[in-house]
């Protein structure tokens, strides 16, 4: 099943901050992020594995409430490179086979 | 070490023909999987395929569309008497490991268009 992001997209100006949410009605093995920009490849950013855990790349970073089946990625001092699609991706514990599913995706635009 | 690598870029076909996408995997990975992507949307998955075997294919269309990763040379997704709503980014991603947990990692996609 599809999981749910929040916003659909946001627009920041250089240097602030944004939060995406990633919400699965199903309990999970694990957490992707990834970030796509236009006309390109998706790109790996983290994975999140354990309840409560949390990652970070660069000024990005992400958490993962278990029992919430909920992730969060926030992204700190944003650059214009930040610009993108950001997709979650869910792999379920039953039920979901041997796949990752992602989320219709954020877009995210950074301006000066 | 290569990404992965899909080709055509672009494949341009008619209703009524077939398209045949390739991609060929990063070295050292034995698994493939296939998305589809239509514009301001996110990635649909098709199909998941081992070293001569379909492991999941769940997401492929009952008809037209068949996939597969032959022993020797790229995986093969194919569709047969295209439409028009076959158009969209089909996106090819391997990993050394089957799932769980195993990041994937992407090609640049074929685009294909039917007229």
């Known amino acids: 099943q599809q999981p749910v992001q929040s916003p659909q997209a946001v627009i920041l100006r250089e240097g602030e901050d944004a939060v995406i949410n990633c919400s699965s009605s199903k309990a999970l093995y694990s957490v992707h992020w990834y970030r796509q920009k236009h006309g390109e490849a998706p790109v790996f950013l983290m994975i999140l594995l354990k309840g409560g855990e949390q990652k970070g790349h660069e000024k990005i970073s992400a958490s993962f409430n278990e029992k919430k089946q909920q992730s969060s990625l926030y992204l700190t001092a944003s650059q214009l490179s930040y610009s993108g699609t950001y997709f979650c991706g869910t792999e379920e514990l039953t039920g979901g086979g041997n796949k990752l599913t992602f989320g219709t995706g954020t877009q995210l635009k950074v301006e000066l | 070490n290569a990404g992965v690598m899909q080709n055509p870029r672009h494949l341009v076909r008619r209703r009524g023909q077939e398209a045949r996408l390739r991609c060929s995997p990063m070295k050292g990975h034995s698994h493939v999987y296939w998305y589809r992507q239509l514009p301001e949307e996110g990635l649909k998955f098709m199909v998941y395929l081992q070293k001569e075997n379909i492991i999941d294919e769940s997401g492929m269309p009952k008809e037209r569309f068949s996939a597969e990763f032959p022993k020797e040379g790229p995986s093969i997704l194919r569709i047969q008497q295209v439409v028009r709503g076959d158009s969209a980014a089909y996106f090819c991603?391997?990993?050394?490991?089957?799932?769980?947990?195993?990041?994937?990692?992407f090609g640049s996609g074929t685009q294909l268009s039917v007229l």
């Open positions: 991603a391997s990993s050394p490991r089957g799932p769980p947990n195993e990041k994937l990692f």
